[in-house]
């Protein structure tokens, strides 16, 4: 050990005559562990945030979309086998998109109803592992019930304001009916509910429904035509990559969407939040660092005659530096290590129990969601050993430059 740190060690463990400093030496430590602490706890949160929200999302949409610009896709199945050749694709299936009212005998309201082809939209949605009860195969009218009505999945939500239940009877109304002397007569198709799902976003549970693509085509009136095919990949931070291939595969005429361009505002929104929340957190730990200099100068001021006996002995300027910021670094090291601790523990207690519930009809989850990634808990412990060992500099140089002939004249 160099005498530097050795006396670091011993200024540390001495009983000072003032004892406030103690006291201001105990409050710098606790500074920078609740600000570490807390730092841990608001990223792991946001991050947490962030990801659940994207499961949200991708368990309802698929990773990318193809759309044609002209419209709808009306021979869409020579474009399925050079999609599935594509390198990263798992996946894909064809889609309708309709806006309509939905009514019961108790209730009416607006939804966005999917029509979806039930055979392959399993392997490119996670819509099945969100369903209560049904299943997608149930969209299909059995062959061996006669007029038995199309199939409907809709969200808990839905089913909870309409007051239906599984196999209840509820009515599409479309406004694109015939023109007749009286005016345009709406489209009524009436359909059984043949499942309800649970995505635990309110957004999707209360506005969301699925149909079978042939229903949906009956419906529009339309024929082999659908709006879109959506595509599932293997790995969906690829997807910009595999978008962009897809894109030179199929041509001119098309457009390629994958999630993260559809959601760019959400986590772009998400993202400068997260940056804003470590910037505030950030100022318990500057706090703390102001506590260490004021500290650390009211240490040089009681021991300005061991640096001048020091000094006196041949101890070099740069020796009583060290030996200062030494000191400064054990008060923020100590700091940090137990705001890490402190904030990994919370984030266990947090993820474990779920004792903070939010409302699921403001948040897409019922939650606080908690996800610690081990950059963010580097990062955060990087950047407060670099506060306080900036915070140590102005102190040490004010002892490094005490003078041993003044120090010791009376």
């Known amino acids: 050990m160099g005498f530097e740190s050795f006396i670091c060690s011993r200024y540390l463990k001495a009983r000072r005559k003032q004892g406030f400093i103690s006291l201001i030496t105990l409050i710098s430590v606790a500074g920078v562990a609740v600000g570490v602490m807390a730092l ?32 709808s896709i009306s021979h869409y199945q020579h474009l399925i086998p050079p999609i599935q050749e594509q390198q990263g694709v798992i996946a894909v299936t064809p889609y309708l998109y309709i806006q309509t009212m939905i009514t019961s005998d108790s209730a009416n309201t607006g939804v966005v109803v999917r029509g979806i082809d039930p055979d392959s939209a399993a392997s490119v949605l996670s819509l099945p592992d969100h369903l209560k009860s049904g299943s997608l195969a149930d969209l299909k009218p059995d062959p061996e019930i006669k007029y038995q009505r199309p199939g409907i999945i809709i969200g808990k939500h839905l089913a909870s304001q309409l007051r239906v239940t599984l196999h209840d009877k509820i009515r599409l109304l479309s406004s694109s009916g015939p023109l007749t002397p009286m005016g345009v007569i709406p489209k009524i198709l009436t359909c059984r509910v043949a499942g309800i799902f649970d995505t ?11 149909i079978s693509l042939d229903t949906a085509r ?27 291939s897809l894109g030179k595969t199929l041509g001119p005429g098309y457009i390629i969407k994958d999630w993260m361009m559809m959601n760019h505002n959400l986590f772009s929104a998400l993202k400068l939040e997260k940056i804003g929340m470590f910037i505030a957190m950030a100022l318990i730990v500057l706090v703390a660092a102001f506590n260490i200099i004021s500290t650390l100068i009211m240490v040089v001021m009681e021991k300005a005659k061991d640096i001048a006996i020091l ?13 200062f910021i030494y000191e ?7 700091g940090t290590v137990l705001g890490v601790g402190g904030g ?17 009809d403001v948040y897409p989850m019922s939650t606080l969601p908690i996800k610690v990634l081990p950059l963010d808990i580097t ?7 670099m506060i306080t060992f900036l915070a140590t500099l102005y102190p040490s140089w004010q002892a490094a430059r005490t003078q041993p002939a003044e120090a010791l004249r009376y």
């Open 218 to 244: 009956n419906f529009l009136d339309i024929d082999e035509e659908v709006h879109g095919l959506e595509v599932k990949i293997n790995d969906i931070y690829e997807a910009a990559t595999i978008g962009e």
């Open 379 to 385: 990062f955060i412990a990087v950047s407060a050993v």
């Open 344 to 360: 990994l523990t919370l984030c266990k207690l947090l993820s474990h129990y779920q004792f903070i519930k939010l409302p699921s």
């Open 200 to 210: 635990g976003m309110y957004e999707y549970d209360s506005s969301l429904a699925y």
């Open 328 to 334: 400064g670094l054990v008060i923020g090291l100590s």
């Open 311 to 323: 000094k006196s002995m041949g101890a070099t300027s740069a020796s009583i530096m060290r030996i």
């Open 40 to 71: 841990i706890v608001v990223l792991a949160v946001m991050t947490g945030f962030t990801t659940e929200l994207r499961n949200k999302i991708l368990g309802v949409n698929s990773h990318i979309i193809v759309q044609r610009i002209s419209g």
